[in-house]
């Protein structure tokens, strides 16, 4: 368990994971880096992963600095996202110079500008100065503030993966069904799939190690069914984006252009053996930004639209050498929206602290980024409630709340809401009472449902 003080107690509390993120390719940038079953230093270790190993990035979660990813040969698990890099890393001797058959770490980020060649070119530059303790401060380096100068005027991102569409996603429960009716091995990779794609990776209701949490997590993608649309608002992917997105993400999406800007490390006081401060060269953060702003879109639940423009600035401190304070930038609650009464019940007589922290506005439901002038609104809003059995899909009721943004008769985007209990303590594995604790978001894009992303009531944070 995770301890997090809140009110001058410590209060025992489960935990916490991010909203899903595009699944994307990375490289191991380590000897042997252990991949763990769960996203924390002492969950069990699954497998050890080579210097350079290809794997997917699934998920990351930004509030305990892990990653959750999947390997070559389909092993999933968790590694400290510091490990990862965005293309091969470029081995560096102990002199700091780059092997024979490797390429020139300069050379390499001028042939391809991005920050993970910057990273691997400030490495090299440490390594090089091997006898100066990791405070530092470094010598200056003129290639490396030439490269911060470059990434600050603005790079194009790459376009992210497409959103999962709704039909799809309730074929591959049927196919989940089938296969675990047969034994077949598959079931575990597509269940896996699943639970990321529709969010539902928090509880352990729906684990994909298990014959019954794959039941449930099939049965509730079979259970829900939304109403038919046709082309309304949104024609295009590249006219939406989800609330976790990041400015490279949203920029590869929307086509706009997106920069990195670093704040510099600072002097050091006096200089410690043990360095646990963050930093990479002279370097303390780094912050993205597009170069243009989009809009945000803050929906409410009786359909009112908060609208304010955003370079979607995000600002990530450089621990490198060092870890991370535990739950960095964790709150607990919805990460986009408010919460009812019920699920803050958790917290017992903590409940008023914890809900204090949580900063989403009353009312509020799911947000998103939009290149597109929406219409005044509020957005024209109808709902409907469904009983489910528990066993069968790990809920006992939901609703489903549908909202036509531009006036026109036809939906644009679809929640669901999810009652039963929640993600809860880790040890048993959910809570004690029914709440409303998870959201599906779905998008109209020219007259598909697609999967524009989830929510859910996180309890606590770590482990």
């Not at 503030?145 to 600050?152: F, P, S």
């Not at 304010?308 to 060092?322: F, G």
């Not at 919460?339 to 917290?347: I, L, V």
């Not at 002038?373 to 009983?387: Q, Y």
Request: net charge neutral; glycine share 8%; with cysteine.
């Amino acid at each position: 368990m995770r301890i997090i003080a809140l009110a001058g107690m410590a209060l025992l509390i489960p935990l916490a994971q991010a909203a899903p993120a595009a699944p994307a390719q990375r490289w191991i940038d380590g000897s042997e880096v252990i991949l763990r079953a769960g996203p924390q230093s002492d969950a069990a270790a699954v497998a050890r992963l080579p210097h350079n190993s290809a794997v997917t990035l699934v998920r990351e979660e930004s509030a305990l600095g892990y990653c959750a990813i999947r390997t070559a040969d389909g092993t999933a698990g968790y590694t400290a996202c510091r490990y990862l890099m965005r293309a091969p890393v470029v081995a560096v001797v102990a002199q700091g110079k780059p092997r024979p058959e490797e390429s020139d770490p300069e050379r390499a980020f001028w042939q391809q500008p991005d920050w993970s060649n910057l990273e691997r070119y400030a490495q090299s530059l440490r390594e090089r100065n091997l006898r100066i303790k990791q405070q530092g401060p470094f010598p200056r380096s003129e290639a490396l503030e030439k490269m911060k100068v470059r990434l600050a005027l603005g790079m194009d991102a790459a376009k992210p993966a497409p959103f999962a569409d709704w039909i799809e996603l309730k074929r591959a429960a049927l196919r989940l069904r089938a296969h675990d009716k047969a034994g077949a091995k598959q079931a575990w990779q597509i269940a896996a799939d699943l639970r990321e794609q529709v969010g539902l990776s928090s509880s352990e209701l729906f684990n994909s190690d298990e014959a019954a949490g794959r039941r449930r997590l099939s049965g509730v993608i079979g259970a829900l069914e939304f109403s038919a649309v046709t082309p309304s608002l949104l024609r295009s992917e590249a006219q939406v984006a989800p609330p976790a997105s990041t400015a490279e993400q949203a920029g590869g999406r929307f086509g706009i252009k997106f920069r990195q800007q670093v704040k510099p490390r600072p002097k050091p006081a006096q200089v410690n053996e043990d360095d646990e401060s963050p930093g990479l060269y002279d370097m303390l953060s780094r912050t993205d930004a597009l170069v243009r702003p989009v809009q945000r879109v803050q929906l409410d639940r009786d359909g009112a639209l908060r609208v304010q423009p955003s370079l979607i600035r995000k600002t990530e401190t450089l621990w490198r050498h060092a870890d991370a304070p535990e739950c960095q930038g964790w709150v607990p609650g919805f990460a986009y929206g408010a919460a009812d009464a019920g699920p803050w019940r958790f917290f017992g007589k903590l409940a008023a602290a914890n809900k204090k922290a949580n900063t989403q506005p009353p009312g509020s439901l799911f947000a998103f980024y939009t290149t597109l002038d929406l219409p005044p609104g509020p957005a024209k809003v109808s709902e409907t409630h469904m009983t489910l059995e528990r066993a069968g899909t790990g809920f006992v009721k939901g609703t489903h709340l549908y909202y036509d943004l531009d006036a026109d008769g036809m939906a644009d985007l679809a929640i669901w809401e999810g009652e039963g209990k929640g993600p809860g303590d880790i040890e048993r594995g959910s809570t004690a009472t029914d709440d409303r604790w998870y959201r599906l978001v779905l998008v109209n894009i020219n007259g598909a449902w697609k999967v524009l992303g989830s929510d859910y009531f996180s309890d606590g944070c770590g482990c």
